[in-house]
Protein backbone atom coordinates (compact mmCIF):
# COMPACT_ATOMS: atom_id res chain seq x y z
CA UNK A 1 0.00 0.00 0.00
CA UNK A 2 1.78 3.31 -0.92
CA UNK A 3 0.94 6.50 1.17
CA UNK A 4 2.71 9.79 1.24
CA UNK A 5 1.79 12.22 4.39
CA UNK A 6 3.35 15.65 4.98
CA UNK A 7 4.48 17.47 7.69
CA UNK A 8 5.72 20.87 9.02
CA UNK A 9 4.29 24.06 10.41
CA UNK A 10 0.85 25.62 9.94
CA UNK A 11 2.15 28.96 10.35
CA UNK A 12 4.62 31.19 8.98
CA UNK A 13 5.81 34.89 9.28
CA UNK A 14 6.20 36.89 5.72
CA UNK A 15 10.17 36.67 4.66
CA UNK A 16 10.82 33.11 6.56
CA UNK A 17 11.78 29.85 4.61
CA UNK A 18 9.20 27.20 5.16
CA UNK A 19 9.77 23.87 5.26
CA UNK A 20 7.86 20.77 4.44
CA UNK A 21 8.69 16.61 4.94
CA UNK A 22 6.99 14.01 2.83
CA UNK A 23 7.00 10.73 4.47
CA UNK A 24 6.55 8.25 2.37
CA UNK A 25 5.58 4.26 2.40
CA UNK A 26 4.70 1.11 -0.42
CA UNK A 27 7.51 2.53 -2.66
CA UNK A 28 11.07 3.53 -2.85
CA UNK A 29 12.90 6.47 -4.63
CA UNK A 30 15.67 4.53 -5.80
CA UNK A 31 13.78 2.61 -8.21
CA UNK A 32 13.55 3.88 -11.92
CA UNK A 33 11.04 6.47 -13.35
CA UNK A 34 9.76 7.00 -9.84
CA UNK A 35 9.80 10.63 -8.30
CA UNK A 36 8.05 12.77 -5.50
CA UNK A 37 6.21 15.96 -6.23
CA UNK A 38 4.84 19.24 -4.46
CA UNK A 39 1.55 20.60 -5.71
CA UNK A 40 0.02 23.33 -3.34
CA UNK A 41 -3.20 24.68 -3.63
CA UNK A 42 -4.47 28.32 -2.47
CA UNK A 43 -8.20 28.41 -0.85
CA UNK A 44 -10.66 29.08 -3.84
CA UNK A 45 -7.93 28.39 -6.00
CA UNK A 46 -6.89 26.46 -8.50
CA UNK A 47 -3.67 23.73 -7.97
CA UNK A 48 -0.25 24.94 -8.51
CA UNK A 49 2.91 22.71 -9.64
CA UNK A 50 6.27 23.41 -7.46
CA UNK A 51 8.64 20.84 -8.71
CA UNK A 52 10.04 17.09 -8.28
CA UNK A 53 12.96 14.91 -7.66
CA UNK A 54 12.96 12.16 -9.93
CA UNK A 55 14.94 8.72 -8.48
CA UNK A 56 17.79 9.73 -10.29
CA UNK A 57 18.10 13.10 -7.95
CA UNK A 58 17.18 15.26 -11.29
CA UNK A 59 15.10 17.95 -10.01
CA UNK A 60 12.26 20.02 -12.14
CA UNK A 61 10.59 23.25 -10.64
CA UNK A 62 7.95 25.00 -12.02
CA UNK A 63 9.68 28.44 -13.46
CA UNK A 64 7.62 30.82 -11.67
CA UNK A 65 9.33 29.57 -8.53
CA UNK A 66 12.61 27.89 -8.77
CA UNK A 67 14.69 30.90 -6.98
CA UNK A 68 12.72 30.23 -4.39
CA UNK A 69 12.25 26.28 -4.04
CA UNK A 70 14.16 23.70 -3.02
CA UNK A 71 13.45 19.49 -3.33
CA UNK A 72 15.74 17.46 -1.64
CA UNK A 73 15.64 13.72 -1.28
CA UNK A 74 16.68 11.35 1.34
CA UNK A 75 16.31 7.95 0.19
CA UNK A 76 17.23 5.61 3.67
CA UNK A 77 14.34 7.50 5.15
CA UNK A 78 11.73 7.33 2.33
CA UNK A 79 11.31 11.08 2.89
CA UNK A 80 11.04 14.63 0.23
CA UNK A 81 11.93 17.74 1.64
CA UNK A 82 10.28 20.93 0.18
CA UNK A 83 12.30 24.35 0.94
CA UNK A 84 10.51 27.66 -0.05
CA UNK A 85 11.93 30.97 1.02
CA UNK A 86 11.02 34.42 1.55
CA UNK A 87 6.92 33.56 2.01
CA UNK A 88 4.44 35.89 1.39
CA UNK A 89 0.82 35.73 2.61
CA UNK A 90 0.06 34.82 -0.99
CA UNK A 91 1.31 31.41 -0.83
CA UNK A 92 -0.94 30.48 1.34
CA UNK A 93 -2.41 27.08 0.84
CA UNK A 94 -2.77 23.54 1.33
CA UNK A 95 0.61 22.04 0.16
CA UNK A 96 0.42 18.25 -1.25
CA UNK A 97 2.88 16.10 -1.71
CA UNK A 98 2.99 12.65 -4.47
CA UNK A 99 4.58 9.81 -6.38
CA UNK A 100 4.84 10.83 -9.62
CA UNK A 101 5.36 6.97 -12.33
CA UNK A 102 6.57 6.39 -15.33
CA UNK A 103 4.31 4.01 -17.09
CA UNK A 104 5.34 3.35 -20.56
CA UNK A 105 7.24 6.85 -20.94
CA UNK A 106 4.03 8.82 -19.62
CA UNK A 107 4.23 10.02 -16.36
CA UNK A 108 1.81 11.10 -13.90
CA UNK A 109 1.01 11.44 -10.31
CA UNK A 110 -0.72 8.74 -8.98
CA UNK A 111 -0.81 8.66 -5.43
CA UNK A 112 -0.56 11.71 -2.85
CA UNK A 113 -0.90 12.85 0.51
CA UNK A 114 -3.79 14.45 1.82
CA UNK A 115 -1.63 17.75 2.04
CA UNK A 116 -0.70 20.33 5.19
CA UNK A 117 -2.62 23.77 5.21
CA UNK A 118 -0.02 26.42 5.67
CA UNK A 119 -0.89 29.88 6.70
CA UNK A 120 1.51 32.77 6.19
CA UNK A 121 0.94 35.81 8.60
CA UNK A 122 2.75 37.79 10.46
CA UNK B 1 -6.39 31.82 -13.76
CA UNK B 2 -5.74 28.02 -14.29
CA UNK B 3 -3.64 26.82 -17.70
CA UNK B 4 -6.42 24.20 -18.26
CA UNK B 5 -10.20 25.25 -17.98
CA UNK B 6 -13.06 23.13 -16.72
CA UNK B 7 -16.63 24.38 -16.04
CA UNK B 8 -16.60 24.79 -12.10
CA UNK B 9 -19.62 22.59 -11.91
CA UNK B 10 -21.35 20.15 -13.15
CA UNK B 11 -24.69 18.07 -12.10
CA UNK B 12 -27.02 15.38 -12.77
CA UNK B 13 -29.20 12.67 -10.96
CA UNK B 14 -28.70 9.14 -9.90
CA UNK B 15 -28.52 7.10 -13.48
CA UNK B 16 -27.22 9.59 -15.21
CA UNK B 17 -23.64 10.34 -17.73
CA UNK B 18 -22.25 13.27 -17.31
CA UNK B 19 -19.46 14.71 -19.29
CA UNK B 20 -16.46 17.13 -17.75
CA UNK B 21 -14.34 19.07 -20.27
CA UNK B 22 -10.97 20.44 -20.30
CA UNK B 23 -9.70 22.99 -22.48
CA UNK B 24 -5.77 23.67 -23.12
CA UNK B 25 -3.32 24.70 -25.68
CA UNK B 26 -1.39 23.29 -27.88
CA UNK B 27 1.66 23.11 -25.63
CA UNK B 28 -0.41 21.23 -23.10
CA UNK B 29 -3.17 18.52 -24.06
CA UNK B 30 -2.10 19.29 -27.81
CA UNK B 31 1.17 17.53 -27.55
CA UNK B 32 0.97 15.39 -24.09
CA UNK B 33 -1.26 12.98 -22.80
CA UNK B 34 -3.73 14.14 -19.53
CA UNK B 35 -4.53 12.79 -16.36
CA UNK B 36 -7.67 12.78 -14.35
CA UNK B 37 -8.60 12.89 -11.07
CA UNK B 38 -10.89 12.87 -8.12
CA UNK B 39 -11.32 14.70 -4.61
CA UNK B 40 -13.74 14.13 -2.00
CA UNK B 41 -13.73 16.69 1.09
CA UNK B 42 -10.72 16.43 3.36
CA UNK B 43 -9.29 13.58 1.22
CA UNK B 44 -6.05 13.02 -1.07
CA UNK B 45 -6.99 13.49 -5.06
CA UNK B 46 -7.13 10.19 -6.26
CA UNK B 47 -6.17 8.73 -9.84
CA UNK B 48 -8.68 8.58 -12.12
CA UNK B 49 -7.82 8.31 -15.72
CA UNK B 50 -4.08 8.35 -16.91
CA UNK B 51 -2.89 8.97 -20.09
CA UNK B 52 -6.07 10.18 -21.62
CA UNK B 53 -8.45 7.15 -21.09
CA UNK B 54 -6.09 4.37 -18.75
CA UNK B 55 -8.14 3.61 -15.57
CA UNK B 56 -6.06 2.46 -12.37
CA UNK B 57 -6.79 -1.06 -11.16
CA UNK B 58 -9.69 -0.18 -8.94
CA UNK B 59 -11.69 2.19 -10.89
CA UNK B 60 -14.84 1.35 -12.42
CA UNK B 61 -15.60 1.15 -15.78
CA UNK B 62 -17.98 3.95 -14.90
CA UNK B 63 -15.20 6.15 -15.63
CA UNK B 64 -13.66 7.00 -19.01
CA UNK B 65 -11.51 9.28 -20.53
CA UNK B 66 -11.06 11.22 -24.16
CA UNK B 67 -8.90 13.38 -25.75
CA UNK B 68 -8.94 15.17 -28.94
CA UNK B 69 -6.89 17.79 -29.79
CA UNK B 70 -6.18 20.03 -27.43
CA UNK B 71 -9.32 19.26 -25.40
CA UNK B 72 -9.91 16.76 -22.92
CA UNK B 73 -13.08 15.10 -21.64
CA UNK B 74 -14.05 12.71 -18.96
CA UNK B 75 -17.47 11.05 -18.77
CA UNK B 76 -19.08 9.46 -15.92
CA UNK B 77 -21.86 6.99 -16.53
CA UNK B 78 -23.90 5.60 -14.36
CA UNK B 79 -23.56 8.77 -12.22
CA UNK B 80 -24.03 7.53 -8.16
CA UNK B 81 -24.04 10.02 -5.16
CA UNK B 82 -20.73 8.97 -4.00
CA UNK B 83 -19.63 10.14 -7.26
CA UNK B 84 -20.35 14.09 -5.63
CA UNK B 85 -16.59 15.25 -5.08
CA UNK B 86 -14.23 17.53 -7.03
CA UNK B 87 -12.89 16.59 -10.53
CA UNK B 88 -9.84 17.78 -11.91
CA UNK B 89 -7.53 17.65 -15.41
CA UNK B 90 -4.05 18.12 -15.30
CA UNK B 91 -0.55 17.67 -18.07
CA UNK B 92 2.61 18.52 -18.68
CA UNK B 93 3.02 21.72 -20.24
CA UNK B 94 5.92 22.26 -23.26
CA UNK B 95 6.32 26.10 -22.55
CA UNK B 96 9.49 27.79 -20.73
CA UNK B 97 11.17 24.78 -19.32
CA UNK B 98 8.37 22.55 -18.93
CA UNK B 99 6.00 22.68 -15.90
CA UNK B 100 2.99 20.28 -14.60
CA UNK B 101 -0.56 22.45 -15.04
CA UNK B 102 -3.66 21.88 -13.80
CA UNK B 103 -7.40 22.51 -14.38
CA UNK B 104 -9.56 24.72 -11.77
CA UNK B 105 -11.37 21.62 -10.90
CA UNK B 106 -15.08 20.52 -11.49
CA UNK B 107 -17.74 20.34 -8.93
CA UNK B 108 -19.98 17.53 -9.59
CA UNK B 109 -23.59 17.61 -7.72
CA UNK B 110 -25.19 14.51 -7.69
CA UNK B 111 -28.83 15.69 -7.72
Known amino acids: QITLKESGPTLVRPTQTLTLTCTFS??????????VGWIRQPPGKALEWLGI???????RYSPSLETRVTITKDTSKNQVVLTMTNMDPADTATYHC??????????????WGQGSLVTVSS | QSVLTQPPSASGTPGQRVTISCSGS????????VNWYQQLPGTAPKLLIY???QRPSGVPDRFSGSKSGTSASLAISGLQSEDEAVYFC????????????FGGGTTLTVL
Open chain 1, 53 to 59: NYWDDDK
Open chain 2, 26 to 33: SSNIGSNT
Open chain 2, 51 to 53: TNN
Open chain 1, 98 to 111: ARVYDSSGYYFFDY
Open chain 1, 26 to 35: GFSLNTSGVG
Open chain 2, 90 to 101: AAWDNSLSGLWV
